[in-house]
């Protein structure tokens, strides 16, 4: 079956450090694959998506680009914010142009300090 | 655009009580949407899948008696946590598709006491 799977956490960075969060995945079909985020007793938030291969997602400073030959997604950001912390998850959705289900990796907790 | 709510964010129960959480697309309409539980710093749990005029698909290990869910219009599907007790305490996120992805509401915390 499907699955995606994230590197451990928690990732501690200074302010204005680069950031990789590594994401790959296994897949039967040709996935639709997404970054959300989740601040602090809240829901998931839509950080950005890339629905086939080489497309690069893109927003708020984060980028990842979606590399079939490596089954991967990692998710980067070149100087990172206080307010950029929080947990991170890789998700796919093996069904694009269908309501199917996303499969999630555990969440990479991010926590930039001063 | 494609906001997702829920109502109510936080919620405290006496055991054996029910609860009914709602999940409303605010600005487009959702034939499918989706239940989630999210434990303590874990990732999140497919409950089931909502689809709007039909029965719940529920996964595997999942009480369909003890969670009820009702997707009567595009906008909006219920979730009722039936008989709750202490181990049904814990984070309910929905979620509702559109345009290839999943939109994600802010979440319900609820704590059975």
């Known amino acids: 079956g499907d699955s995606v799977t994230q590197m451990e956490g928690p990732v501690t960075l200074s302010e204005e450090a680069f950031l990789t969060i590594n994401c790959t995945y296994t897949?039967?079909?040709?996935?639709?694959l997404f970054w959300y985020v989740q601040y602090p007793g809240e829901g998931l938030q839509l950080l950005l998506k890339?629905?086939?291969?080489?497309d690069k997602g893109s927003n708020k400073g984060f980028e990842a680009t979606y590399r079939k030959e490596t089954t991967s997604f990692h998710l980067e950001k070149g100087s990172v914010q206080v307010s950029d912390s929080a947990v991170y998850f890789c998700?796919?959705?093996?069904?694009?142009?269908?309501?199917?289900?996303?499969?999630f990796g555990t969440g990479t907790r991010l926590q930039v300090t001063l | 655009g494609a906001v997702v709510s829920q109502h109510p964010s936080w919620v405290i129960c006496k055991s054996g009580t029910s609860v009914k959480i709602e999940c409303r697309s605010l600005?487009?309409?959702?034939?499918?949407m989706f239940w989630y539980r999210q434990f303590p710093k874990q990732s999140l749990m497919l409950m089931a899948t909502?689809?709007?005029?039909?029965?719940?698909?529920?996964e595997q290990g999942v009480e369909k008696d003890k969670f009820l869910i009702n997707h009567a219009s595009l906008t909006l599907s219920t979730l009722t946590v039936t008989s709750a007790h202490p181990e049904d305490s814990s984070f309910y996120i929905c979620s509702a598709h559109f345009t290839d992805t999943q939109y994600f509401g802010p979440g319900t915390r609820l704590t059975v006491l």
């Open positions: 600005d487009f309409q959702a034939t499918t």
């Open positions: 897949a039967t079909g040709y996935p639709s």
């Open positions: 998700a796919l959705s093996d069904l694009a142009g269908t309501a199917s289900k996303l499969t």
């Open positions: 909502s689809n709007e005029g039909s029965k719940a698909t529920y």
């Open positions: 890339a629905t086939k291969a080489d």
